[in-house]
């Protein structure tokens, strides 16, 4: 049986990052799209567990991975997930830390 991420240390996690990167190229290749969508969602949960929740801020916005533009305020944390809502919205949800990307001051 396969080891948790939460398991894992960090060579463990870069080389199943890499595998599921392969898997990922492949299933796009293939035209297999939600295969592809699983593999990205797999790989940014294990990235999530290379980074210090710490360095996430509840109240702070952040930027979305893959939606330029969007914001998404931090409510709380819960290990490696963000639990919050983005602009505009009264629904709570809940992304892997390492699709957060800081917002710039403006």
Known sequence: MDKRFSEMNKEEL???IAQLSEKARRAEQMGMVNEFAVHERRIALAKSYL???DDFTPGKTYELEGD???SF???YMNGTFAWGF???SETIEA???SMLIEKEQQ
Do not use: A, E, Y
């Open 14 to 16: 870069r080389t199943s």
């Open 51 to 53: 980074l210090n929740p």
């Open 68 to 70: 330029p533009g969007s």
């Open 73 to 75: 305020v931090i409510d």
């Open 86 to 88: 983005r602009k505009g």
């Open 95 to 97: 992304f892997p830390i």
